[in-house]
C-alpha cells in the first residue's frame, strides 16, 4: 500500500518560517524523484519543486527559489520543504508527490499552509 502523509502545515505571520514533512511508504522512496506541488483557495495546482532520488539535484518555482528548500532523508523515507520568508501569496495547500515517467503518480492528502497577519 502506497501512503504519502503530510504534516507542518499551520498559520505563520508573513516573513515567517514553516518546515513541512512527508512520511512515505510502501514503495522505494530512494529510487524515485519526489515533487512538492500547491493549490492556493479557488486555483489550480502549482509545482513547487522537485528533488532526484539521491538528494543531490534541486529544482524550484521562480515564486520561491531562494525561500524554499526542499531535502530527504532517505533513511527515514521522509521528504522535507523548509520554507523561509513566507508572503500571503504563498497560502496553499502543499501536496507531496511521486513523479512518474510522464506524471506525477501518487500523492498525499496535503497539508495547509496559511500566512497571515
Known amino acids: 500500500e502506497v501512503q504519502l502523509v503530510e504534516s507542518g502545515g499551520g498559520l505563520v505571520q508573513p516573513g515567517g518560517s514553516l518546515r513541512l514533512s512527508c512520511a512515505v511508504s510502501?514503495?522505494?522512496?530512494?529510487?524515485?524523484?519526489m515533487n512538492w506541488v500547491r493549490q492556493a483557495p479557488g486555483k489550480g495546482l502549482e509545482w513547487v519543486s522537485i528533488v532526484h532520488g539521491s538528494g543531490r539535484s534541486t529544482y524550484y518555482a521562480e515564486s520561491v527559489k531562494g525561500r524554499f528548500t526542499i531535502s530527504r532523508d532517505n533513511a527515514k523515507n521522509t521528504l522535507y520543504l523548509q520554507m523561509n520568508n513566507l508572503k500571503p501569496e504563498d497560502t496553499a495547500l502543499y501536496y507531496c508527490a511521486r513523479q512518474g515517467f510522464y506524471a506525477v503518480d501518487n500523492w498525499g492528502k496535503g497539508t495547509l499552509v496559511t500566512v497571515s497577519s
Open positions: 510502501g514503495f522505494t522512496f530512494s529510487n524515485d524523484y
